[in-house]
C-alpha cells in the first residue's frame, strides 16, 4: 500500500496528487489477468510501484468531517441620527459625527475598508416652531366602521356625524357592493390621555344619538395618539439617517467602540453576530488535513477486496461548507446579514447584546480518487 503524503499546505499538496495523476493517466481494464499494456506504461507502474503491481481500475471514495472553529471577526452596526433646519446643516452635523466616530476606529485598528454605509436616507420633520410658548399638543383618531342598509339611513347618519363635524364618509373600498363604510373621529388636547378621553366622549355621543334612531351598527377598527402641531405653528426640519456596517477582529475592543459610540450618541443596534475569517478556516483545514487523508484512504482500503491493493491517489479535493452551527450564541443568524431593530444607547435602555459566541461548527467534504493495484501476472 502506498502512503500518503501529508503536508500542512493545501496547494503544495494538491499540487503534488495533480502531478502524480498527470504522471499516470488511469487505466481500467475488464480483464485484469490479460492485461495488455505497452512496454513504456510497465516501466513508469513499475518505478511507482515496484515490478511486481500494476493498476487495474480507480476507486472514488468521500469522506465528511465536521470541525470545530472559534470567531475571530464581530459584525455589528451603528445609526447616525441627525437633525438640522436645513438638509446641508443635518448633512454636516451627520459627516462631522461619523467622521469623530471612524477616526476612533481607525486609532484602535479597525480598517477603513471595514467600515461600510448599509443606508442613508433624509426625511423631513414637522416640529413646533420654537419659543411659541405654546404647550405641546396631541390628536387622537378613532377610525369607525359602520354599516348603512338603505340611502335614507345614510342620510340620518350623516346628519348625525355632522354635528361632530365629521363629513367625510366613505365606503369601504374593499366592499364596493356592500354596505360597509367607514370614517373618522379626531380630537385635540395638551395631554395623549386627555386626546383619547376626548376622542371616546364623541364616540359615545354619536353612538347614544344613532341608537336612538335605530341605527347604530358603529364598530372601532383602531385608535392611535400622536404629537400635532397645527400649521402655523410648524416648522420644518430635515433628518438624516446613516447606518454604517462595522467588521472587525478586534473582539476585545468592542467595549471601547461602545462607550464611544454613546459618549457621540450613536445609536448601536442590536444585531451583533460573530463569524470565522477566511484566513482562520483556512488554518483550520490545513490543521486537521493530514487527519482527513488518512481518513479517506482508510475508507478507500475498506472497499477493496483482499485480492487488491490501494495505490496513489489521482485526485484529492478538499471543500469546506458554509457554517452549519452556531454554538453558544444567543444571536440567531441564519447565513444572510441582516439588521434587526435597533437599541439606543442613550435613554433609558443602555444595553445591547455583546454576548460573545464561544464555538462554530463547519462542515468539510474530502473526495478523492485512487488507483486499485493488483499483482502482475507474468506471462
Known sequence: MINIIKTKKTGILLAMFLNLGAASAVHSFPNSNNLNVTDAYLELEKSKYGNGLVPVGTIDVRHVEIIRLKPDVVNFSVTVNSEGLTLTEASEINDKKIKEFKDYLIKLGVSDKSLTTVRYENQEKIVYQKDTGIEQQYRARYSMAIE????????????????????????????????SYYFTIYAIANSEKEADKKARDIYYAIVEKLNKLNLDTTSIEATDVSAYVPD????????????????????????????????????????????????AKQKAIEDVEPLLLQKLEDKATLFLSKK?????????????L??????????????????????????????????????QKMQLNITGTFEMLKQKVNE
Open 148 to 179: 348603512i342598509e338603505d340611502d335614507d339611513s345614510l342620510l340620518e347618519i350623516k346628519e348625525v356625524l355632522g354635528q361632530y363635524n365629521i363629513y367625510d364618509l366613505q365606503i369601504e373600498p374593499k366592499t364596493i357592493n356592500s354596505n
Open 232 to 279: 402655523e405653528l410648524q416648522e420644518k426640519h430635515q433628518m438624516i439617517t446613516h447606518r454604517l456596517a462595522i467588521s472587525t477582529d478586534k473582539i476585545d475592543e468592542i467595549g471601547k467602540i461602545i462607550g464611544k459610540a454613546q459618549e457621540l450618541d450613536i445609536i448601536v443596534n442590536n444585531d451583533t453576530r460573530y463569524d470565522v475569517s477566511t484566513k
Open 308 to 320: 487488491y491493493v490501494l495505490g496513489a491517489p489521482t485526485r484529492i479535493d478538499i471543500s469546506d
Open 322 to 359: 458554509v457554517i452549519i452551527e452556531a454554538l453558544n450564541n444567543n444571536n440567531n443568524y441564519s447565513g444572510e446579514r441582516s439588521f434587526v431593530a435597533e437599541r439606543s444607547f442613550v435613554g433609558e435602555d443602555k444595553s445591547v447584546d455583546i454576548s460573545i459566541q464561544s464555538e
